[in-house]
């Protein structure tokens, strides 16, 4: 059960000095940082990384339309249209600069960093989350400026992403193999001779 999950802070969450506090929560929650580097993402390896369907973008465009009708404003685009302008808006924001890439591990990490996180939506995640105590948009705001929502924070949705994502972003020898005191207590690794 032990796995590695992706964790990118974005340029909000830099901007906003907030990198200590959100490693901080990872290390409390007792998971391993085994990759960490900082940098401004290039927008194919963005691209790639947020890959979205049609089917995702036709989704999307739909709560955008809703919203936009909602405010009286004009709808100008259709579902697809708007859904594709918000992977146009999200590649800006993950590529405005730099951001905090990291590996985490531990006993089901993908979920326990999830769970850490918080839902995307900045306004309903719940209190005691990074977005849900730290973030101050919603994607009301956010589409109303035609603009990605500030969430400060990407984790692996998935475990299935989470070789990809990480691979994507980090290289075999940027990813640390270790022995932890978690590894001690979870896996019954050994753990002498790590000092020496």
Known sequence: ??????????????????????????????LKLVGIKMFVPDRARATEHYGKNDEWCIEKGANT????????KPVEKDALGYGRAIVDQLLDYITAGPVVAMV?????????????????QPTTSDV????GDYTIDSYELANLQERAVRNLIHCTGEPE???F????????D???NYVHVNDVMLYDVNFD????
């Open 1 to 30: 059960m032990k796995e590695q999950s992706y964790v990118m802070i974005k340029a909000d969450g830099v901007q906003r000095s907030l990198v200590g506090n959100i490693i901080k929560r990872f290390e409390q929650a007792n």
């Open 65 to 72: 339309i809703k919203n936009l009708e909602a405010a009286g």
């Open 104 to 120: 985490w591990e531990g006993h089901q990490a993908v979920n326990v960093i999830k769970k850490l996180v918080g839902g995307t």
């Open 128 to 131: 005691g989350t990074i977005r």
């Open 161 to 163: 992403e989470a070789e």
């Open 165 to 172: 994502e990480v691979n994507l972003w980090f290289g075999k």
């Open 174 to 176: 940027e990813v640390m």
């Open 193 to 196: 001779g790590i000092f020496e």
